[in-house]
């Protein structure tokens, strides 16, 4: 099994910046795209940032040139950075990431269990 921690959400002032990270830990043979997702209050699970293992990143529109995803796979880290935030950034922030428990075995889907980001305006 694998486990997802995050860490860093709190309350910040529009405007204000925030680092968020997930340490992942288990026994697994390899990992592979991590990502972050935020759920707001009434509304879906939104997928905001990914990165492969060999550092791809991929944003949705709506944090793109405002959120910094960055991993470092020798700590099993996966961070985000987020610049100027906005009231409407407020939401629990949750890590993902797929694993592979066993060489040549299949992928598995995990969650961490979210930490939350309340941006005041």
């Known amino acids: 099994q694998v486990q997802l921690v995050e860490s860093g959400g709190g309350l910040v002032q529009a405007g204000g910046s925030l680092r968020l990270t997930c340490e992942w830990s288990?026994?697994?043979?390899?990992?592979?795209?991590m990502g972050w997702y935020r759920q707001a209050p009434g509304k879906q699970r939104d997928l905001i940032a990914t990165?492969?293992?060999?550092?791809?990143?991929n944003y949705s529109d709506a944090v793109k040139g405002r959120f910094t995803i960055s991993r470092d796979n020798a700590k099993n880290t996966v961070s985000l950075q987020m610049n100027s935030l906005k009231p409407e950034d407020t939401a629990v922030y949750y890590c993902?990431?797929?694993?592979?428990?066993?060489?040549?075995?299949?992928?598995?889907?995990?969650w961490g269990q979210g930490t939350q980001v309340t941006v005041s305006s």
């Open positions: 288990g026994n697994f043979f390899r990992g592979n795209t």
């Open positions: 993902n990431g797929n694993f592979m428990l066993r060489a040549g075995g299949n992928w598995y889907n995990y």
């Open positions: 990165i492969t293992s060999g550092g791809t990143t």
